[in-house]
């Protein structure tokens, strides 16, 4: 009785508020992107936020590329397990940051998607030069190493 109340407590959790407990998701993996940039995305905790690292084909700076770290939060609450998220890429080798939005997709050839849309936040001298310092973009990522 006393091992298997703990036990009992988390079952009739995951039943109850399956929001709470923890679950593998759909964004853990390798991806991606259709200009040749890889990420990868860690577990997913129960409130939704993840880690991971991006390491980007293309660059707006004259710095060597490097791996660079990414956090972000997934939504749960789309019931096809479809989840939206977000992410920020803090560039590691340049002054700049990164912000993707997007929806986890599996489309009509059973291939999982992630559609964004993103926004690059460069550094500039000051704040006359504000006004060029945001570009935006959109990027398809596909899974990597699928087995579909
Ligand atoms: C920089 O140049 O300062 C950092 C690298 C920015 C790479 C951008 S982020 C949006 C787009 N998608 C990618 O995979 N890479 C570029």
Redesign the pocket.
Known sequence: MVQTTPFLLVLSLALVAPGLSARKSVLTGCWT?D?G?NMTIGNVDESGNFAGS?L??????P?K?QESPLRGSQNYMNENNEPTFGFT?N?S????I?V?TGQYFVDDNGREILKTL?L?R?SVRNIKEDWKAT?V?T?TFQRLHSNK
């Open positions: 992107n200009l940039s991006y980007t084909a293309v660059k707006n700076t710095n590329i890429v560039w080798f340049s002054d700049s990164t993707f993103w690059l460069s570009m973009g990027n």
